[in-house]
């Protein structure tokens, strides 16, 4: 198959584009390094040594020879060359992570805030552009984020308002046919970055509608974890541990393996949906290889479950002190403005029906901070702890 | 009061300027005078003789004196400025009327689409994160367009959905309570413009939510008309007529004066919201007179009522041949992709409470089309007809 990794030099893009090629498929990667770059700015570094971008590039080059390529451009500031890429390499599939991905950065200030959309939303809508303009059948899997539903007091389901509405069984207990039934499910997103994704998701809706387009809008969970396969040691992804660019879980665990107490934002019932990285690659492999029909728009809602951060903490507690680590827990006070208590309960089947056999938490967190102990002498503990607050 | 108005030169702004100053208020008029270019750039010009952008501004200072004042300055392109301006004027309203207005515009090719998107989606996050760091308090009275919520099959709310949800009778009679109460409404609209609005709507629902700004989002019908006051006829407001910044039924009154058939897209079967002129700005008033409360965000639907394109064109043919013009019906294949039979049913209350009266349909079109007859020498025939199309 021909995939044209929008984002290739990053924590998901990497991997994916090994895996791709590892499994004979020829990939273009496009990233314009703006990552690594926003990373250092903000004092921080990934935790695994990763290669230079030249570096990357010769080493798939060399193992990969012409079924691998790489493009420097910044999606949504460069449409014709994104254009001619795409006509010229004719991808089957399109999987977008070139996307600014972090709710804290878009809340700094005014300037990342418009960054973020305007990198966002026009860059998708550049994407959307081209596929209609040279390159029609082709299918977008863009990564979206469960963080654009929000916490809402009903089940969510994986696309439109279904016919029948489930509440919440604290007050909502029967089931009742909805009026609403066919329109998008309704999104409460909370930052600019989760605005820029909810944007995402009406652009690409339409020109599905639209112009026939066919597209994947993978609502996917918190990834954590390092690498997919067990022998990958010498060439892990990056690995983002500070306020901006770190994720939960790998947040926790670059806290546990320098002995710093975890922090959890708040009560910490926030709930929400995590998967490991190799499930996350794993998932999109199998969008890919089942691709939606011509015009199609469709939704996954892509995660292994559903837990607390309290739940995560002890997990992260637990597989450490196994490893011998001693690691405590401390609650501080929420940068974030988000309920702390609330009702959860997103549907996500369609990728179980389509094969995802889903990986152990424990196993995943204990395999990780197996992964990242030998890096710990790397962690800057001055950019763990959170600056920017909501308000 | 201090009001500033963003879109100063344009249809509603140039007019709500002179009705604001005329009533005593402080006005600071914004605009870069962007849709005098475009309209000239798709080769077209106001029906109506209007002054120069410098004329202008000399003939509010000459009257107005200091209550009056008019800024140069690109939304979404110059954040310092805007802030600033917002900051020394200290605002009690920002009525926000400066957004890349036209449905078709967007639809050209990729440029048009990302500039709409650009303009309106930054722009309105810049007025959002200036309000918030120097003038939080202030009332943002966003216009956005009736046309975010698509034609749903149910009725449609003015703001969240509602606890009990009604559907259309055709096929769903009972009424149900509703897990998804609270929640915003869902939106379907149908061009990258109308995305653009939608888009605002979710980033201002944010920013009241997360920063506790106070807005109001107007989901505005089409308008149509030329004046506000009958004594007007020597200071009208701009008129386009062209496919893409002339509104349905003004460019059916532009028809009908020239003797052109008036052209119905498709089945002319389409139901929309319309409201004249005078009524707009009638509301716009209300709602400034009447802001919501702080940290509120509230959603209005203006308009007089709705109407099916064919009953607005046989309005049109009627009042016309009063007149003594001799006009026809021609439906021409629809350039847009969108139901062209469908439920509708907007709720519009709110301003109805607040006080709002509304005009007759048949005498405001009576009057506009006695307002541009003098004018129908300055009609380009050639810009009338719809090239471009939806696919």
């Not at 030099?9 to 273009?28: Q, R």
């Not at 690995?239 to 879980?249: H, K, L, Q, S, V």
Request: proline share 6%; net charge negative; aromatic share 8%.
């Amino acid at each position: 198959m021909k995939v044209m990794v929008l984002g290739s030099d990053g924590y998901i893009g990497h991997t994916l584009t090994k895996v791709l090629l590892e499994d004979g498929h020829m990939v273009t990667g496009v990233d314009n390094y703006s990552r690594r770059g926003r990373v250092s700015i903000v004092g921080s570094n990934s935790l695994t040594p990763i290669e230079s971008i030249m570096e990357r590039h010769i080493t798939l080059r060399q193992k990969y020879l012409s079924n691998y390529n790489s493009l420097n451009y910044t999606l949504g500031k460069s449409y014709i060359h994104v254009k001619e890429a795409i006509r010229s390499f004719q991808p089957e599939c399109i999987v977008h992570l070139a996307e600014q991905p972090s709710a804290p950065w878009s809340m700094i200030n005014n300037r990342n805030a418009a960054e973020t959309q305007q990198e966002n939303v026009i860059g998708t809508l550049d994407i959307l552009w081209a596929m209609r303009e040279v390159c029609p059948d082709a299918h977008l899997l863009k990564l979206g984020t469960m963080g654009e539903y929000g916490t809402p007091n009903c089940v969510i389901p994986e696309g439109d308002i279904p016919g029948r509405c489930i509440g919440a069984p604290t007050d909502h207990t029967q089931v009742s046919d909805c009026p609403m039934s066919g329109l998008p499910f309704p999104k409460s997103p909370g930052s600019f970055y989760h605005l820029s994704k909810v944007h995402d998701t009406h652009n690409i809706t339409f020109a599905c509608k639209n112009w026939g387009l066919s597209s994947t809008d993978i609502m996917q969970g918190v990834v954590y974890g390092v690498k997919v396969n067990p022998d990958e040691n010498d060439n892990l992804t990056r690995f983002d541990y500070d306020e901006y660019f770190g994720t939960a879980i790998n947040r926790f665990c670059a806290q546990a393996i320098i002995g710093h107490p975890l922090t959890v934002y708040g009560k910490g019932k926030q709930t929400r949906g995590f998967l490991p990285l190799k499930d996350s690659i794993q998932c999109l492999l199998l969008a890919m290889t089942n691709p939606p029909d011509k015009g199609e728009y469709r939704v996954f809602n892509q995660f292994e479950d559903i837990y607390s951060i309290n739940t995560l903490a002890n997990i992260v507690c637990h597989e450490a002190s196994q490893l011998g680590l001693n690691v405590s827990i401390e609650h501080i006070p929420n940068p974030r403005k988000e309920m702390e208590e609330h009702y959860y309960l997103p549907d996500h089947n369609k990728l179980r029906k389509l094969g995802y056999h889903s990986s152990n938490i424990h196993n995943c967190i204990r395999d990780l901070l197996i992964d990242i102990l030998p890096y710990k002498d790397r962690v800057n503990k001055e950019v763990i702890l959170p600056v920017t607050t909501w308000e």
